[in-house]
């Protein structure tokens, strides 16, 4: 069956060191996929996408990486701050009917302590 | 540009009572997606509309949970009767395009509680 994986143990790091989240997956051929951040009575906010054929991708701070062979994908903050304490959702782009669905992980919540 | 709408922001009901959901998108935004998210899990898609059609209900209950996208804009969700599993926060979100590369943007849900 299909699976997408994240941590369910949260993530306790000290301010200014990086941060780095895993996203695995089985049984999918994503041709995308999207990290969101989701904070305590929110909805999950958008973040980054990168393409199955894109090994990296960088917005400031943030990192992601996609290894389609390896079926996983790498979600890095560099000098974290305690204001990038959430939870960080992965999803995976998979295509039904000509449409897009996006199929989101638990997540995993990160703590960042000053 | 203003995000996506939703209301109310809290309901609790008794079981077996009836409960709807309001959702208004980002203007011009094509796609819209219910999702229901119970706590400690991630989001699970309900229903997914492209303009006012239904491309997806795969995963909607739908002996008891209704939705529907007036004029291509505004949706309503709608269930009825309410059981206790159905508690959760219910997320709205919009797309441009619905295309895979096109992220989603969230209102900030409704959590729902069935006593």
């Known amino acids: 069956s299909q699976k997408i994986e994240q941590n369910s143990e949260a993530l306790n790091i000290q301010e200014g060191k990086t941060a780095t989240l895993t996203c695995n997956y089985t049984?999918?051929?994503?041709?995308?996929l999207q990290w969101y951040r989701q904070d305590p009575g929110r909805g999950p906010v958008f973040l980054l996408l990168?393409?199955?054929?894109?090994k990296e991708k960088r917005k400031e701070r943030l990192k992601v990486t996609f290894d389609t062979t390896l079926k996983q994908s790498l979600f890095h903050i560099t000098a974290s701050q305690p204001a990038d304490s959430a939870t960080y959702l992965c999803?995976?782009?998979?295509?039904?009917?000509?449409?897009?669905?996006?199929?989101f992980g638990a997540g995993t919540r990160l703590a960042v302590h000053p | 540009e203003a995000g996506v709408a939703q209301s109310p922001r809290y309901k609790i009901i008794e079981k077996r009572q009836s409960v709807a959901f309001w959702c208004n998108p980002i203007?011009?935004?094509?796609?819209l997606y219910w999702y229901q998210q119970i706590l400690g899990q991630g989001p699970k898609l309900l229903i997914q509309?492209?303009?006012?059609?239904?491309?997806?209900d795969s995963q909607l209950p739908k002996d008891r949970f209704s939705a529907e996208r007036l004029k291509g804009v505004d949706s309503t969700l709608k269930i009825q009767p309410a059981k206790l599993e159905d508690s959760a926060v219910y997320l709205c979100?919009?797309?441009?395009?619905?295309?895979?590369?096109?992220?989603?943007?969230f209102g900030n849900g409704t959590r729902l509680t069935v006593t």
């Open positions: 979100a919009s797309s441009s395009t619905g295309t895979a590369n096109s992220p989603l943007h």
């Open positions: 049984n999918y051929s994503p041709a995308y």
């Open positions: 990168i393409r199955e054929n894109e």
């Open positions: 999803a995976l782009s998979a295509l039904r009917g000509g449409y897009n669905k996006l199929i």
């Open positions: 203007s011009g935004h094509a796609t």
């Open positions: 509309f492209q303009n006012n059609g239904v491309v997806d």
